[in-house]
Nanobody, 123 residues
Framework: QVQLVESGGALVQAGASLRLSCAAS????????MGWFRQAPGKERAFVAA????????RYTDSIKGRFTLSSDNAKNTVYLQMNSLKPEDTAVYYC????????????????WGQGTQVTVSS
């Protein structure tokens, strides 16, 4: 079992920055990748970014490249999603999740999920 807790969501204006955190506990040795997904109202959950737990390899969806950056602190079992130049279309609930696979982008490949944190970007 892996427990995930996200934090850092907020209401901000367009152009602002936020840093989301995802703290993992439990069997952290059981997963290869930690990913971030987001779900906007009325839309399906979509892949945002992922990072390998060992090695720090990353993968990003095209719409956030150059604006969002993933990093990890293995000593704290925490992954960070730094979000810069936020846009109203980034408004969503952001979820972190773990996967036993390498940097996949489909949600069905992720088995443990956090409760989500709300990010709202006003124009």
């Amino acid at each position: 079992q892996v427990q995930l807790v996200e934090s850092g969501g907020a209401l901000v204006q367009a152009g602002a920055s936020l840093r989301l955190s995802c703290a993992a506990s439990g069997r952290t040795s059981s997963f290869v990748t930690m990913g971030w997904f987001r779900q906007a109202p009325g839309k399906e959950r979509a892949f945002v970014a992922a990072i390998t737990w060992k090695g720090g390899n990353t993968r990003y969806t095209d719409s956030i490249k150059g604006r969002f950056t993933l990093s990890s602190d293995n000593a704290k079992n925490t992954v960070y999603l730094q979000m810069n130049s936020l846009k109203p279309e980034d408004t969503a609930v952001y979820y972190c999740a773990t996967s036993p696979y390498w940097l996949l982008t489909t949600s069905r490949e992720y088995d443990y999920w956090g409760q989500g944190t709300q990010v709202t970007v006003s124009s």
